[in-house]
């Protein structure tokens, strides 16, 4: 069988990438990013937003309506030989639960075709911290337990690209703050990894990259530094609200004011906020407090509202 391949450095590539359901249900519409190799990347995006149904077109585990995506330079397609460099956790990892933890992994490295022996077995137990639970029956397993051991079956073929979707469902604090240690040291050895979350702050601490998608479309996408600087707001609170938004809205270097509780939501283009109280002040309007914000879950929350609006 010929394979369509096209010469970049991306690790993966979203061209025009669409997924309508029967009934009409569209989970993804015209979606297009690169992810370069190297890189840890954030999908971003709430619940039902279509980050796993991307991922899954992504991996051929869904044929797209429309669009194509590339690994490594290869256009995807189920069953792809390329997929042999890529490890992936897409939704919940599901075992034999009769069998233990260690055969569940012998076993699907097996069903490649692969003898035992050439699987990164010993690290990705490792990885997995079960301990000597690792031969007790899977079905015994708590959810972070299998969590665990999903994550060590996707470093079986030490891969290229680790995709992993919400990673960290089901694990309490110091099992997320060891996968996020996982996810930099795979990086660290050359691998890229795309992460899917909908806890903004689990990706910020994490990713050095980020498309942000909602209902299935794409809101932002490029550096977490850029989006974050890009997305650079201040909270204000006034004694008299109505007129510092006349103001506001018309101030040169202020993008965006909206009102949020007894306050307002200021979204700046260019414009200082010493400068933006000074403007306040000078109409005499009362500040009583003003609070920066460079987070990347400000700006998340930004983008949906004003996809909304």
């Not at 025009?16 to 009934?23: A, D, H, P, T």
């Not at 959810?143 to 994550?151: D, S, T, V, W």
């Not at 040169?252 to 009102?259: C, D, L």
Request: net charge negative; with cysteine.
């Amino acid at each position: 069988m010929q394979y369509s391949m096209t010469v970049d450095d991306s690790a993966v590539r979203l061209v025009g990438l669409s997924k309508v359901f029967r009934g009409g249900v569209t989970a993804v519409t015209d979606l297009s990013f690169t992810v370069s190799r190297g890189q840890v990347f954030g999908l971003l995006g709430p619940n039902g937003s279509g980050k796993t149904t991307t991922l899954r077109m992504m991996l051929g585990l869904v044929h797209p309506t429309s669009g194509s995506a590339y690994i490594f330079g290869h256009r995807m397609i189920s069953g792809h030989p390329v997929l042999r460099r890529v490890g992936a956790l897409i939704e919940r990892p599901a075992f034999v639960p009769y069998l233990s933890g260690q055969r569940n992994l012998e076993l699907f490295w097996q069903a490649g075709g692969q003898p035992v022996r050439e699987a990164n077995l010993e690290p990705a137990l490792e990885v997995a911290g079960l301990g000597d639970a690792i031969e007790r029956k899977a079905g015994t397993y708590s959810k972070g337990m299998l969590q665990r051991l999903g994550l060590a079956q996707a470093l079986l073929n030490q891969p290229d690209l680790l995709v992993l979707d919400e990673p960290t469902i089901g694990l309490d604090p110091q099992e997320t703050h060891r996968v996020r240690q996982l996810v930099r040291e795979v990086a660290e050895g050359g691998s890229t990894v795309i992460l899917s979350s909908h806890i903004l702050a689990e990706v910020e601490q994490v990713c050095s990259h980020a498309a942000v998608i909602d209902r299935g479309r794409l809101v932002a996408y490029g550096a977490i530094s850029d989006l974050t600087r890009a997305g650079s707001s201040v909270y204000v609170e006034v004694d008299d609200v109505e007129s510092a938004v006349a103001i506001l809205s018309v101030l040169t270097g202020v993008a965006k004011v909206s009102r949020e509780g007894p306050g307002l939501s200021v979204r700046l283009d260019g414009l200082e906020r010493e400068a933006l109280v000074s403007a306040l002040v000078q109409h005499g309007i009362g500040v009583e407090t003003i609070t920066s914000r460079h987070r990347l879950e400000d700006v998340f929350l930004q983008l949906l509202t004003e996809k909304s609006q």
